[in-house]
């Protein structure tokens, strides 16, 4: 075992087949794999079809220059076009695209032809403060109905959008204006999160004050959309408001069409160290693959679903899965601003059961903290609409599947388990709900279309049952074209280590099962070495959430002296599980489990009862931070901690951690 890559430990038999129903009149069925293994450009080709095009493509894939890709030379088309106005040309134009619930309870139903009236005045009022094809805009706001649309607009007039979460600071704020050169910056006074209004525009100010507008003048205009009413201070010569342009726009807006390979966003990679990576996306492939796979992935309907992506905007996953793939199938959506706990930890399932939801994607970390509630909160609301549940982000432990399954999803929708990057675009790999029969904790099977292997570090497919590398083996047509300004990092990072075989290097480690279904064991870097064997952080954390009583874990491998790094755990618990063993004994109770699910080398060093984990604002465990407490160092770098408060409680709370 010690000469693996990556050691294979848990073992899931259960399996959940798709819903007779479901199967029998899914969107994309069983034999889409074969057709597309036969003829990949051919496949994709027949997505390309999805999308309205102002002039065709002449070649599918240009791989001349490759890792440089190309995808559907010589088409042209328009994405707003695509996302909104085709829909009211087809008639659809009453039908419901968004329905926003704000914080406060505030609601708007906006169709369609509301949507193409509102992206056409934004489109037009952006031109007029000075943007043409090509500029870039910065858009950094709260999750309201502006936000999509100040996208749109951007997508409408050629401009390269970068929406930075807005809940990163003016620091991370200016440095992302500065690496693109934004000319605009779209954004609000506030918006309202935990029950309150919490101010954005300041945070402008400050950005463009670090960045030394005064002088250097990167920044033309900032365009302010009204939300909370809060003052705000207000420099004439940038400062516009929303309401005064784009209200008093026409909306009358011609979508010009744009080059297939036209930069449509960047997107400043969430990473946990170091400089952002300025992750680029272009046009035609992009949606030709967001739209595909919601369609495939979600089964969606359009005329009858309810979709709801609980992800910001400002996250890749509010990309791809609000705004472009499923407007381009003429989704209907909820858009919610706030948190979920505001103003009762029941808010999701309300809203849920207000909208009938039909299909309903989220993360892992939300999961869990659901799990932490208690079932009592979900179990008051009818959720009997769900017919379809996906996960994204991290590795769901397979008891957060079961919980999600049974309590949400009344033990009949299937589960989608996503595996994606902001750097890939689209998911990569996921069961189709109605062909798949799903694992709990799996991903399964790259989708067609979609190339991906597990392999060893020299580059070899690792047989089933064991651990490795994953890789994807063909270009795809969302793919990552370049880091903006960065191509050698480019290079580097995703295409050097199997430069010969010529595949993406994902970061991620993976094993495949005894059936060859996918499982993601986390990142690379977060991989232990005990005792020679190498463990995978996920698994690890799987066997702890087992225990009735553990809600969430993190482990790290920390330095020890005798086996080469051990495994340290933190755990949360569950609010209000059953009475048990405590402390001492629960620890105990906890290391001994491990070791029963996974086998002794597993068994953690230690284990810490924890309230909280610190995660980045995109609920990403950071294990790094973790480390440096198990090892005894001061811990690192924590601005990029969702809530910075948690690390000093872990730090002091050690002290009285068990070891033996
Ligand atoms: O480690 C994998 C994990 O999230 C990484 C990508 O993060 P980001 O670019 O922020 O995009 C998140 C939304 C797509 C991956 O390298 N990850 C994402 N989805 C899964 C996952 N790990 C396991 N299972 C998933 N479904």
């Not at 979508?255 to 952002?276: N, R």
């Not at 979900?378 to 590795?395: A, H, K, T």
């Not at 990142?523 to 996920?538: A, F, K, P, Y």
């Given at each position: 075992m010690s000469d693996e890559t990556l050691s294979n430990l848990l073992t899931e038999n259960r399996t959940f087949a798709p819903p007779a129903d479901l199967a029998a009149d899914a969107n994309v069925k069983a034999d889409a794999y074969a057709a597309a293994a036969a003829d990949h450009e051919g496949f994709w080709a027949e997505q390309a079809g999805r999308l309205d095009w102002a002039e065709p493509f002449t070649q599918v894939l240009d791989d001349t220059a490759a890792p440089f890709y190309k995808w559907f030379v010589g088409g042209k088309l328009n994405v707003a076009h695509n996302c909104v106005d085709r829909h009211v040309?087809?008639?659809?134009?009453?039908?419901?695209?968004?329905?926003?619930?704000?914080?406060?309870?505030?609601?708007?139903?906006?169709?369609?032809?509301?949507?193409?009236?509102?992206v056409s005045r934004a489109a037009n009022a952006i031109e007029e403060l000075g943007i043409v094809a090509g500029d870039r805009v910065a858009i950094y706001m709260p999750m309201i109905p502006e936000a999509v649309v100040a996208m749109l607009a951007c997508a409408r007039v050629g401009a390269t959008h970068t929406v930075v979460f807005g809940g990163f600071s003016a620091d991370a704020l200016a440095s992302r204006i500065e690496d693109c050169n934004a000319k605009l910056v779209i954004t609000a006074d506030g918006g309202y999160r935990r029950g309150a209004p919490s101010a954005l525009k300041p945070a402008v100010d400050a950005a463009l004050e670090k960045i030394d507008n005064a002088t250097t003048a990167i920044v033309e205009n900032v365009l302010v959309v009204r939300r909370t009413g809060q003052d705000v201070a207000w420099n004439t010569d940038v400062d516009v408001w929303?309401?005064?342009?784009?209200?008093?726009?026409?909306?009358?807006?011609?979508?010009?069409?744009?080059?297939?390979?036209?930069?449509?966003?960047?997107?400043?990679?969430?990473?946990?160290?170091?400089?952002?990576?300025?992750i680029l996306h272009t046009t035609a492939g992009y949606l030709v693959g967001t739209a595909y796979t919601h369609h495939a992935v979600f089964d969606l309907k359009p005329e009858t679903d309810v979709y709801w992506c609980t992800a910001d905007v400002g996250w890749i996953t509010g990309h791809s899965y609000i705004v472009y793939g499923p407007l381009a199938n003429g989704v209907t959506q909820v858009l919610y601003e706030g948190t979920p706990d505001t103003p009762h930890k029941g808010r999701w399932w309300e809203i849920i059961q207000d909208y009938k939801v039909t299909l309903f994607y989220t993360a892992p970390t939300a999961i869990r903290t659901f799990m932490k509630?208690?079932?009592?909160?979900?179990?008051?609301?009818?959720?009997?609409?769900?017919?379809?549940?996906?996960?994204?982000?991290?590795?769901?432990?397979?008891?957060?599947?079961?919980?999600?399954?049974e309590v949400i999803g009344g033990d009949r929708c299937p589960i989608v388990d996503t595996w994606w990057q902001t750097e890939t675009g689209m998911m990569m790999i996921s069961p189709l709900p109605g062909v798949t029969a799903g694992k709990p904790g799996s991903a399964m099977t790259a989708l067609p279309g979609v190339g991906a292997d597990v392999v060893s570090e020299d580059g070899v497919p690792v047989p089933n049952g064991s651990g490795g590398y994953l890789v994807l083996t063909k270009p795809w047509p969302s793919m990552l074209r370049t880091l903006l300004g960065d191509d050698e990092r480019f290079v580097d990072t995703y295409w050097s280590k199997y430069k010969e075989q010529g595949w993406y290097f994902a970061g991620d480690g993976a094993k495949k099962d005894d059936d060859g279904a996918i499982w993601l064991l986390?990142?690379?870097?977060?991989?232990?070495?005990?005792?020679?064997?190498?463990?995978?952080?996920?698994?690890?954390?799987?066997?702890?959430?087992?225990?009735?009583?553990v809600a969430e874990a993190a482990v790290v491998g920390a330095a020890d002296e005798t086996t080469g790094q051990a495994v340290v755990a933190y755990v949360i618990l569950r609010e209000g599980a059953s009475a048990g063993a405590t402390g001492e004994e629960l620890v105990q109770e906890l290391r001994n489990h491990v070791a029963k699910e996974i086998g002794a080398i597993a068994k953690p060093r230690s284990i810490m009862l924890v309230p909280e984990l610190p995660k980045t604002r995109s609920g990403k465990i950071m294990r790094r931070l973790l480390k440096d407490v198990a090892e005894n160092r001061t811990v690192g770098d924590t601005t990029t901690l969702a809530d910075a408060g948690v690390m000093a409680l872990i730090a002091e709370g050690q002290k009285t951690s068990t070891e033996d």
């Open positions: 040309a087809a008639g659809r134009g009453d039908q419901v695209a968004i329905h926003f619930v704000g914080e406060p309870g505030d609601t708007r139903s906006i169709t369609y032809s509301d949507l193409k009236d509102e929303w309401h005064e342009v784009v209200d008093e726009s026409s909306t009358d807006h011609r979508a010009q069409a744009f080059d297939a390979e036209h930069p449509l966003f960047v997107m400043y990679s969430s990473g946990t160290t170091g400089k952002p990576k300025g509630w208690g079932r009592s909160i979900p179990d008051e609301y009818d959720l009997s609409s769900l017919r379809l549940l996906g996960s994204v982000g991290e590795p769901i432990n397979p008891e957060a599947y079961m919980w999600y399954r986390g990142r690379v870097d977060d991989v232990m070495n005990v005792s020679g064997h190498r463990l995978s952080t996920t698994e690890i954390e799987s066997a702890l959430v087992s225990h009735p009583r």
